[in-house]
């Protein structure tokens, strides 16, 4: 018998109808649209970048608001367009909480079209950021936090390392201080994980090229007197004291070891990670005599000395480097858009490792295949105050320390994109 | 002998600190726990009348180091003068514990609104006087000279206190007060004013005690909470309410720490909970301190 319901079904029918319809539209728009999007033009008629930062809290002067401006200059010194389409800014507060962080760029990433993230200070911020951004082939252009994690362990393909890491700094300090003299070291180490291994990394170092480590002491975290430890630093007879601590403590013991005359006397301070806004806080009295690695100094040649006055006129401090570092990444990433013609994210990062970047911050810097921007880094030392001709006028370089000397080496990365 | 210096350096600020804390609970019995506080307020309004005067209030006066030892502690002073009457005075009737909490939470809340303003790396005080600025040649070592101007000040301070409140007539009074308050009222002494006053001296030496430690240290708003603990063991150390055990305990400890950080750096900030914890096996009333 003629069965209505079983030959003929409108809701069955009407749903293959539908999907073969879907079908056929989808293939067509796959094939019509899919070349454009990935080769050229911009996703959504503009460029947005998101600046993630420390607005509020202990990295506040060393990156946060100041690195909105320097990224709202590199975008007005590349004309305020690329591809004749609008670059604009957002920026955000990120706590120094990774959550905060995290759930800041996924929105951003959903919601408000970024189509890079940069700044980043705190490594636990940047790791955070960093994979999540990843997830979605957002390209992170990190310049403030230090942990090289970033480009090893916990490498990306989207994820770009930009100004300094924990490796670079005192191994780039101590190569350095070794071949200008300074063989003996003795070590006043934060006595915890962080100083433990900043100790290790830099007496591997030291012995390496034959200097010699004649003490250490493990002074507990947030020590207010410092004084004990220097004179035993002081007695080792050792040609430097190496600071394997940060922020207080740093500061606490540079600001002691003047007090008791350590660097007139003739010994070399080496801190580990050191700002020139930690240097000008300090106040050259105090500061002078101090070495340490950095990767930016604003008034090391005319072109950056230029870039700083500006950036000061609108900020009221001289850049760090991890402020001119998001300058030059921001320009860089508007220079492989303009070059290929498209905001895509694995095009330009394409672009970005193929490239040599050169700008006022970074001559001659390459992307390597994890993401470390490989990149000459710098021995700095404080001036004698007699020495400064201004009030930002602070440190002097003493040498240059030539890219591969200062970052771990592409065939000794533990990145897993490397090996592929 | 250069480090056992640089202990008695540390142990001065633990005998003025220390000393602070005794008075008051010796004479008051509060546990005051917003002395860490004050000492760190001290080192603050310093600072501010040093350098941010003018940028703040518009007044353009500049409080130098010298007239900052006696303007801090009496601005300090009065602000203990102030919650001992506002506050403190409604907790006497009740447990020790009530006034610890009460200043733990004074604590926290000054620590909060300083480390809102300024960030908690420290800063740097300007302020020390050139005079003070050099560097003394002892023989043994180089000593810089404003150390050594803050162990003779912090200790004539120390000593002066101990005096008055043992061997003056303002002194006996005061015990008087403490030991038998309806009797000594019924005398005609002003027991309530004189129990205010001597809450605001205590808070005053801790006040002192940061300008002292201002040029030495960073300003932070840490800095209290770092020291307080150990205060109050060096307190339990000496003897709950004994002036004398305060300041002596409070000298030898430093110099303890001092000796630690030489011998075995990492149990520096650990040896005085250590010792404390010895005294209180074998003497629970501390060394100096009277069984009751």
Known sequence: ?420 | MAQALLGLNVGVFYAMLSLGLAVIFGLLNIINFAHGAMYMLGAFVALIGYTMLDDWFGISLQIGFWASLIVVPAFVGLLGIVIERTMLKRLYELDHIYGLLLTFGITLILQGLFSNYFNVSGTPYPGQPEILAGVLNLGFMYFPTYRLFAIVFSLVVCFATWYVIEHTRLGSRLRAGVENSPLTQAFGLNVPLMITLTFGFGCALAGLAGVLAAPIYSVSPLMGADLIIVVFAVVVIGGMGSIMGAILSGLALGMVEGLTKVIYPPAASTVIFFLMVLVLLFRPAGLFGKEK
């Open chain 1, 1 to 420: 018998m003629f069965n209505l319901k079983t030959t003929f079904n409108p809701k069955t029918a009407f749903n293959q109808r539908n999907l073969l319809t879907g079908i056929v539209t989808a293939v067509g728009l796959t094939l019509a649209a899919g070349p454009l999007s990935a080769q050229e033009g911009l996703s959504d008629d503009k460029v947005r970048i998101g600046v993630l930062s420390d607005m509020s809290g202990v990295y506040k002067s060393l990156e946060g608001p100041g690195a909105v401006i320097a990224a709202e200059m590199a975008i007005e010194d590349f004309g305020g367009k690329v591809l004749d389409k609008p670059i604009d800014i957002i920026s955000a507060d990120h706590q120094n909480k990774p959550d905060i962080g995290a759930s800041t760029a996924r929105e951003w990433i959903d919601a408000e079209q970024v189509d890079m993230i940069t700044a980043l200070d705190n490594s636990a911020v940047a790791l955070a950021v960093q994979g999540l951004a990843s997830d979605k082939k957002i390209i992170t252009m990190d310049t403030g936090a230090g942990t090289t994690a970033l480009t090893e362990e916990q490498c990306t393909p989207y994820g770009i390392h930009y100004v300094y890491d924990t490796h670079a700094l005192p191994v780039g300090t101590a190569t350095a201080m070794v071949k200008n003299g300074g063989e003996k070291w003795f070590f006043i180490t934060a006595d915890y994980a962080f100083g433990h291994s900043l100790q290790q990394n830099t007496s591997d170092v030291v012995k390496e090229l034959g200097g010699e480590v004649v003490g250490n002491v493990n002074a507990p975290l947030g020590t207010n007197d410092f004084s004990s430890y220097l004179l035993q630093a002081q007695s080792s007879g050792a040609d430097v004291i190496g600071l394997a601590n940060a922020g207080q403590d740093t500061v606490n013991a540079i600001k002691q070891a003047n007090q008791f005359r350590i660097v007139q006397s003739g010994q070399k301070l080496a801190g580990m990670l050191v700002f020139i806004t930690d240097v000008q806080s300090m106040g050259l009295d105090i500061a002078q005599g101090l070495q340490f690695t950095t990767a930016f100094v604003w008034n090391q040649d005319d072109e950056k000395e230029k870039w700083s006055r500006r950036f000061f006129d609108r900020h009221g401090a001289m850049p760090t480097m991890v402020q001119a570092g998001v300058y030059s990444a921001v320009t860089n990433y508007l220079k492989a858009i303009d070059a290929i013609g498209t905001d895509d994210s694995d095009a330009v990062r394409k672009q970005l490792g193929e490239m040599k970047l050169n700008d006022m911050f970074v001559k001659d810097g390459e992307i390597l295949a994890n993401g470390l921007m490989l990149h000459d880094m710098y021995l700095v030392e404080a001036k004698k105050p007699g020495e400064s001709s201004e009030e930002w006028d602070l440190l002097r370089v003493v040498s240059k320390i030539p890219a591969e000397d200062a970052y771990i080496p592409l065939s000794e990365s533990k990145c897993e994109l490397v090996n592929k």
